[in-house]
């Protein structure tokens, strides 16, 4: 294992030296791969090497090492089989990030989907049982919505998404395509899965939330930034990421479970994301998903160290004052704080843009208060975070007082890539044409705004008590009753598996499948007796049969 972790960082060295020489000419480059050959036709495989894709696998591979470097501590046991269902969990990831041709994409699509249930399902309790089967049924929607609209592609000729820009473009296939963007970045109305999903191993969560399985639906739509253009998609895609940020935003303020509020805040990262491109702001939202990649993993794996410190996710358990966890603690802030976009850290030089950009266009202004307002939120929760874990006296018994080695090099090498990774993509992305040239005042707003959430944000300890839970109370936790809809959809799969394992006790399930299994043969024995006879004789039975039903 220690050897692919170091192959992995070789190929981060190598791939950073490349991208600058790929962004400087602005060039792209397809490899094709003949699988197979035929005398009637090739079986091939292309893969698409430009900035967007070289940038994102760098940033996939600098991610997974760091985690599975981490892993080596986090695992106890079955430390092997776990890397391996990492690692393939991130060539799936890589397959969808250079593949331009759809049965490709769709493979890699389908691969996150498998490695996901698995990885969710990994302590096999009920708990992970129970939210993998739901994780998995909420992105199905997604995957059957793709492979619908990679049928109504057929009729055109190609499966290159390069090729769609000179299609006549059709409202069905855009639809379908943009209802499995939305399932598998966690849109509503399919939101309610990603909570869901923190029954996972906290590395698991560190990759999927980060940069593999809820942001390939923002790649995928960048990729097709020409159909959903020409459709003028961009006011739905607005409206939905809008109610989706708003959303997580008031989930998070209640929320106090450590990692189901992380995973908030990358549901409200993601939104900010999609309202980007649907104000045609792509390399922005762009930007913005490869700076959020970085300090996002660092945040998880620092949660994962406070976590297995104190025994629990509940925030307010949780306490570092009285422990020597020095890198986990600068790590923790210092993301919190790139979180909260901070000046001068890497997500301060892409979501500041996003919120002057959505200031100075022709929006609803609604819209764009409440975006803003939603921007002031960001920061409430992360300083919630930061308070409480710097300040909170310690209640419950410590499991571990020190960091190994292994805590120390994966948060310190994701910790320098969310300091400086954003002032110097800005040099290599070209953005010039996006921003636009504002007065002092509209310059100042994002700074000030985070300002003053640092000097008004006061975590007292009337926070940790829990309020009497009323509707609107209920409403907020439940993620605007999304939870409460699929109750019994839940209640039914595990009467489900209850009855399975009742039978498979009496031995009812393996009489059934020795039944099937006789069936199938007799049925396949007598295809063969009738395949012997011969066609006059054939249709001598078939006649006679006939006559007799008539």
């Given at each position: ?135 998995m049924m909420m992105n199905r929607i997604g995957d059957i919505t793709l492979f619908m609209s990679m049928m109504i592609l057929m009729n055109s000729n190609s499966w290159m998404f390069l090729s769609t820009q000179y299609l006549d473009h059709s409202l069905t296939w ?152 020095v890198v986990t603690k600068i790590s923790f802030n210092t993301a919190s704080m790139t979180l909260c976009a901070l000046p001068f850290l890497s997500s301060f030089y892409s979501k500041e843009i996003i919120m002057e950009m959505i200031m100075v266009k022709s929006l ?103 309020k009497p839970s009323n509707s609107l109370n209920q409403m907020v936790t439940y993620m605007w009753f999304m939870k409460n809809l699929n109750i019994m959809s839940k209640m039914k799969f595990m009467n489900q598996v209850i009855n399975l394992n009742m039978t498979t ?46």
């Amino acid at each position: 294992m220690k050897n692919t972790i170091l192959f992995m960082w070789a190929i981060v060295i190598l791939m950073t030296l490349f991208n600058p020489v790929i962004f400087k000419k602005s060039s792209s480059m397809m490899i094709e791969w003949k699988l197979m050959s035929t005398k009637s036709s090739d079986m091939n495989m292309f893969f698409l090497l430009d900035e967007k894709s070289l940038t994102f696998v760098l940033i996939v591979l600098m991610v997974t090492a760091s985690i599975l470097m981490y892993s080596q501590f986090y695992m106890n046991k079955k430390k092997m089989m776990f890397s391996k269902m990492l690692t393939m969990f991130m060539l799936f990831m890589l397959m969808l990030i250079l593949s331009p041709n759809m049965v490709s994409l769709v493979m890699g699509w389908e691969g996150l989907g498998m490695t996901s249930f698995i990885l969710i399902m990994y302590y096999q309790n009920k708990k992970s049982m129970m939210s993998s089967m739901y994780t998995m049924m909420m992105n199905r929607i997604g995957d059957i919505t793709l492979f619908m609209s990679m049928m109504i592609l057929m009729n055109s000729n190609s499966w290159m998404f390069l090729s769609t820009q000179y299609l006549d473009h059709s409202l069905t296939w855009v639809s379908l395509i943009l209802t499995s963007m939305f399932s598998k970045s966690a849109q509503i109305p399919f939101s309610s899965w990603l909570t869901e999903a923190m029954a996972a191993p906290t590395p698991v969560s560190a990759l999927v939330h980060s940069s593999t399985l809820v942001t390939a639906g923002v790649y995928l739509m960048i990729r097709f930034k020409s159909s959903i253009i020409s459709l003028n998609m961009e006011q739905v895609i607005l409206t939905i990421s809008m109610m989706t940020l708003t959303m997580a935003s008031m989930n998070s303020l209640s929320e106090m479970d450590m990692k189901k509020l992380v995973a908030l805040s990358t549901l409200s990262q993601i939104s900010i994301m999609f309202i980007s491109i649907s104000v045609n702001l792509y390399s922005l939202a762009f930007f913005h998903m490869i700076v959020h990649a970085t300090f996002k993993a660092l945040i998880f794996l620092c949660s994962s160290t406070f976590i297995s410190t104190t025994n629990t996710q509940d925030l307010r358990k949780i306490s570092s004052a009285n422990v020597s966890l020095v890198v986990t603690k600068i790590s923790f802030n210092t993301a919190s704080m790139t979180l909260c976009a901070l000046p001068f850290l890497s997500s301060f030089y892409s979501k500041e843009i996003i919120m002057e950009m959505i200031m100075v266009k022709s929006l609803n202004k609604i819209m764009g208060l409440t975006f803003t307002m939603m921007m002031m939120v960001t920061a409430i929760y992360s300083l919630k975070m930061m308070t409480i874990i710097n300040l909170n006296k310690m209640t419950s018994v410590m499991k571990m007082t020190k960091e190994t080695n292994k805590q120390k090099l994966s948060k310190i090498f994701l910790l320098m890539p969310s300091v400086i990774l954003g002032n110097k993509m800005l040099w290599s992305v070209d953005l010039s044409w996006d921003v636009n040239y504002l007065s002092l005042a509209e310059k100042m707003t994002p700074t000030i705004l985070i300002m003053m959430m640092i000097v008004m944000v006061e975590t007292d300890k009337k926070s940790k008590i829990i309020k009497p839970s009323n509707s609107l109370n209920q409403m907020v936790t439940y993620m605007w009753f999304m939870k409460n809809l699929n109750i019994m959809s839940k209640m039914k799969f595990m009467n489900q598996v209850i009855n399975l394992n009742m039978t498979t006790e009496k031995g009812i399930l393996v009489n059934q499948t020795k039944a099937a299994v006789t069936l199938m043969y007799k049925t396949t024995q007598f295809m063969l007796k009738m395949s012997q006879i011969n066609l006059k004789n054939m249709m001598l039975v078939m006649i006679s049969l006939m006559i007799a039903l008539l």
